[in-house]
Nanobody
Framework: QVQLVESGGGLVQAGGSLRLSCAASGSTFSINYMGWYRQAPGKQRELVARYTSSGSTNYADSVKGRFTISRDNAKNTVYLQMNSLKPEDTAVYYC???????????WGKGTQVTVSS
């Protein structure tokens, strides 16, 4: 089992920045993929950014150049630096960790990000 705890969400004006954190605990040695998803009201949950098993990163096209995922392996923590935020970035952001790419994996409870225009 892996437990994930997110923090760092909040309310920000368009053009502003936020940094999300996700701390993992438990059987973290089994994790090969870790990253962030988001779900806006009335929409499906979508991938925002993640680390893959090779250590490379994937980003949604909508956030490329604005968001940056990073990690601190010693702390089992993944971060999401979000710059130039737009109202359409408003969503609940969830941390996800999985062993295999097609697994549903483990989910945090989510943190709300609201971007006002």
């Amino acid at each position: 089992q892996v437990q994930l705890v997110e923090s760092g969400g909040g309310l920000v004006q368009a053009g502003g920045s936020l940094r999300l954190s996700c701390a993992a605990s438990g059987s973290t040695f089994s994790i090969n993929y870790m990253g962030w998803y988001r779900q806006a009201p009335g929409k499906q949950r979508e991938l925002v950014a993640r680390y893959t098993s090779s250590g490379s990163t994937n980003y949604a096209d909508s956030v490329k150049g604005r968001f940056t995922i990073s990690r601190d392996n010693a702390k089992n923590t993944v971060y999401l630096q979000m710059n130039s935020l737009k109202p359409e970035d408003t969503a609940v952001y969830y941390c996800n960790a999985r062993v295999r790419v097609l697994d549903s994996g483990f989910w945090g409870k989510g943190t709300q990000v609201t971007v006002s225009s």
